[in-house]
């Protein structure tokens, strides 16, 4: 399907309307007289074997009689009824189809035989098919509003994309009351046809759309969106307000529209690597969407407060500091042109306060001397309520100054407070492309989100070519992961799906990853000799099956100096794994190398459904999941994006040294993150590898993976 | 000052206006013209002596000529006249002055000695006084409106204090467009006379007020802040937005009202203390206070939310879990009743979804099943956009139903989403007390918050009483603290204020807290036989003044467990340390016992300006400033408050043992925080201690304070 065929839902030659309705209560009409009201010019067609006319248009018994030109079909039949509905919509030549009907995916088994359907006649006719379960679409600009939802908002330039109709409709009522406009709006439904992707690809290229806010729940192909998201992200800035973060939230996904609610760490990693950037609520989408669509993009962090009164410009800055951007110093130049112009107690320094005695020219000279600052990347004007000039005049001057900063760029931001009397100053702003918020606040997280797409775009050439990181024997590596599967085969699962720690060592070994020498005691004659060929101290851990976490059961032992400890400690070992392990179980226990260094981290991959693997790098050891302190991305990886997944851990971060600690090896750390990528990009069958502790050594002398494993599905194959 | 007094501010028996002006875009003119048109019933007094008339009232040329009764002046003079006009006030007999005028410590020195001088004249008439630098009051139940800013909010249950003119002024502008009631709002400016502790007091006993917000900059007074708050929160809830949580922040108001700015962390403390809740936006502000004020609070955690969209629910639920709420699982008995009342297709799990289809019957059948379920301790009642039914009707149920739960006594918050069709909907559920969010998300902070309060005064009884931690030898600890005060005093300052080592040592001896054994070794040759007395391992520490963070410097080693390596490090020390400190000031190193212990904690103090020690514990090491895993609370403490602090560090989380550790000495360690609670209540020339690491020892054993630093105020006495 190209882009360009989806158009067909914008800008139809003829619109007919199958299940129109002469009751005004019921959805088959609304969507007529949506249709009528909002203003459609082309030709209107209600089908209905029961009538002849509905809003005073002709009445079609059925989309067969329908004349030319028909290229889009809205479908408001009960269920049952949709599949042949659909299949005469086939054979009419229609390319368009809507389908509001519910009661299909949604509602189970029985609903996801019949959309089934509806997939396979879209298909076998060429049809592009929006829903089933679905409000519709409105394009602001055609005009064309195939709902039945009251109310339609004022052209504009942005786009909203839902999963929800609920939402969507929501949307429609609350961009009526705030005045904001859209260039369209597509409840997309159960996604039969299509997809959330298509859409946002084919919107992104659709000439009005300056921004895309989303309401999504799930993707319905986690490779499909990557790439989708990122050729759209590049031209047109995506926000999506992505729903089902938490347990119970995914599971109320799951009963309601069905969508596969993939783990969030993964849609994290996959917006922050396609530039889409994240909301957290309704009201944050739709403030991101309106700074991107219509200001520039700040260059740096650094944001200027213009306000005529400090309280308010307080919480501008808590809120710009807390998004993680910062004031402008401003130069000495803007000072003293500033001491000029301003009473004699306004303050010079940012937050510049020109007190409540200033008026819109003392705005205009001001912010014009701001946005000339080298140090100013952007600028905040509040204006908190006041006696002596009408807001609106404000809104006209930030407006022109805003339309007319050639060759400076810089984003503006208006903050004219208050909700009575500032509704006119909103519109007049709004209409000169100027955001305006009735709280400071909201400009922090707003600045951040630009900000935020700015890096993106800036990094792009070096993110979009991950390297290909060379295994060391490739050979070796598919040979073990064969012979793990073979294992795994003959074994019935009893290991879960692990392999042996002899198997994990090669595989690792195969793609460069060092590990400590190790070898298996089945008892304690043979445990001496092995800690006298590789020195004291030495480790002691358990080797049993099925045991994943070792230190759970007190299977570890660590810094074993002396032949004498080493008799005492392996006895207790083994005497403590009896008491939880079925004796046939045990292997024995491994003799290892005690390795000592700088940081203890862990590493690991797990395979995301939709998203592919997913890698992992943090604090190590026994509380891992305590701390939390890890941070993820999706494979396959750039060096930089490396670097940036360990700096954003605490442990990371540590790696360079602090308070007396030597630093550690960090770049053997991200080889060895590049490295466990391209194994999980290798072998498809691996899905989980975790090394915890990878023990970083001093600079120069690389990591140990002291403790690994690697999980396999046992169906795969190479 | 007691509180009734300040009923002058609300009910005057007559107001006189001095600076009333007949040009209408003075300030002095506004003011005159509020109390006219917002209905003031008392008699009004415009003061000029240039005037005769203005607004058709008689004019008197000064206060002197006011006739009885007058109880109120608002001053709105050039500040150089202000003081004569207070002079002449209080020699009017009038009880309460207004001063709006500017001009005073907010523009430096020469305006802080201005102010100085009203403080005595208003003390001397014995005078309550607000401002100067203000915008004056609202009683909207009087009613009353002593500002000059256009617009008066309808009477309500809510008041709001405010230290910023402009953010009154934004509120009661927002006040009018959202139809929101306020019993009354209070401009507090710069605080010459009334506080902002004097009013919170003074407005929680008003009987019209249900909850009070607040935007703050700062306290005037930590203690009585601490005192008005806890008792006002007892009654009513209050809730503050702290501007200037930043660095950044707190400059500007350093520039601007010139109100101090504590610390943060210590307001946090301080408000967690007195069940102040703390908002972090303006509309979370007025979310959590419309809740609080119209609904009851929930006994528990768990929400149940009932929605006709699948969508909006998983918004709500998202937020409901990320504020640390949950999901109530609902009975069996609910579950039938509802599913014999709702479509087939219907989710009669929590979030309840009754679909589009379902009317205002069908949710006053839920809503009430819902409150009558044990596991429901909150509903959440969404309606998104349809067609077939009026926004209005679900509003007159909703709060019906909230009006007539007798005995349940659950809190109920609405969604009804949208805007342009809902505000008549929302004005009836703001009539019967039922605050209505038009996006879901906001539920989840407000409803946090009202389950906070519930929590706060539950745990009153306990958290009133904080308990006396007995010293050991207080006799001993207050002779250490004299001597090192006499060391500073003869040092001047070299050590910049740390005591040394060794009366730390007998300090926390003196309040029971152990330390290991440690000794001096000036040279290599003292140091064996010191080691062999306490016996191997033994750490080693660099003894040299005004070193503070040994491990910075390379002056620790731990884990010695021979004479040789002592003898080895022992020197590399030493030679490490004449690097970077003069030969004087190194005295040796300290030979200490090695201790091993489950966990390392740091506790300390910090005596905040305004709100005196503040106790800290967390994550202990040298990464302790990269870790940020603390917790603070102020002193005295009680022992559960101690608990809690240790519960929300992560440290203090895995003391009860994780994956294989076995249980640390938890006892001790509530019991140290209590002990350096009280050192620091005792001793009030202590500004600062710092016990890093405090090993914990396994249950029972105790706890170790291996490194400690304690810091006096130079001028302190006993």
Sequence with gaps: MTTAELSVFFR??????????????????????????????????????????????????????????????????????????????GQRGIKGVIVVSAGFR?????????????????????????????????????????????????????????????????????????????????????????????????????????????????????????????????????????????????????????????????????????????????????DWARALAWQPLP??????????????????????????????????????????????????????????????????LCLDALLGDETVDAVVVIQAPQDWFAPISLAEVVGEVSTSQLGRQKPILAVIMGLASTSDATQVLHRRRVPNFAFPERVGSTLAAMWQRKQWLDALPIESQPVETPACDREMGKMTIEAGLEVLRQRDGKERGWMSPEQVDTLLAAYCIQTPSSGLAPSVEHA????????????????????????????????????????????????????????DDIKGIYVQDMIRGEAELIVGIVRDPQFGPLVMVGTG??????????????????????????????????????RGSPPADRPAVIDTILQLAQIALDFPQITEIEINPLIVMKEGEGVRAVDSRVRLDKNGSL
């Design 106 to 286: 949604e509602i189970g088994p029985e609903g996801e035989e019949k959309e089934a359907v509806l997939k396979q006649i879209a298909e076998q006719y060429n049809m592009h098919l929006i829903g089933p379960n679905c409000i519709g679409t409105i394009d602001g600009h055609t005009p064309l509003n195939t709902t039945f939802v009251v109310g339609m908002p004022r052209p504009g330039e942005i786009a909203f994309l839902s999963q929800s109709g609920a939402v969507a409709a929501a949307v429609i009522d609350w961009a009526r009351g705030s005045g904001v406009g859209f260039s369209r709006i597509v409840s997309l439904g159960n996604q039969a046809g299509v997809t959330e992707s298509q859409m946002l690809e084919a919107i992104g290229q659709d000439g009005v759309t300056r921004v895309i806010a989303a309401y999504m729940e799930g993707v319905s192909d986690g490779s499909e969106f990557l790439k989708a998201a990122t050729r759209t992200a590049l031209q047109t800035p995506v926000v999506v307000l992505k729903a089902g973060r938490g347990q119970s939230g995914a599971r109320a996904i799951a009963s309601h529209t069905g969508a596969l609610a993939g783990d969030h760490v993964a849609y994290e990693a996959a917006f922050r690597r396609t530039g889409v950037l994240q909301a957290h609520t309704t009201e944050e989408l739709f």
């Design 528 to 583: 001496i000799p092995l800690a006298e060929t590789m020195g004291y101290p030495v480790a002691l851990k358990l080797a049993a099956e099925g045991v994943v976490h070792k230190t759970d059961v007190g299977g570890v032992a660590l810094n074993i100096t002396t032949s004498g400890q080493l008799k005492r400690t392996f006895k207790s070992l083994r005497k403590q794994a009896s008491r939880y392990i079925a004796e």
């Design 12 to 89: 139809p030659r003829g619109v007919a309307v199958i299940g129109a309705s002469r009751e005004p209560q019921k959805l088959g009409h609304g969507v007529v007289r949506n249709l009528l009201e909002y203003r459609y010019s082309g030709p209107i067609y209600p089908v209905n074997p029961r009538a002849d006319e509905i809003l005073g248009l002709k009445v079609f018994p059925s989309i067969a009689d329908v004349p030319d030109p028909v290229d889009l079909a809205v479908i408001v039949v009960p269920a049952r009824l949709v599949a042949s509905e659909l299949d005469a919509c």
């Design 621 to 658: 050891g026994t509380q891992v999941e305590m701390k939390r302190d890890v941070a993820f991305e999706l494979a396959p990886l750039t060096r930089k994006q490396a670097e940036n997944m360990l700096d954003r851990t605490r442990s990371g971060h540590l790696l360079a040294g602090f």
């Design 299 to 364: 260059h740096g962090r650094r944001v200027a407060v213009l306000t005529n009164a400090g309280g308010a410009a307080i919480l501008a800055v808590d809120a710009i500091e807390e998004a993680g951007l910062e004031l402008s110093p401003l130069t000495e130049d803007t000072k003293t042109f500033l001491r000029q112009r301003v009473f004699a107690a306004a303050s010079v320094n940012n937050p510049v306060d020109i007190l409540a005695g200033s008026g819109p020219a003392t705005y205009a």
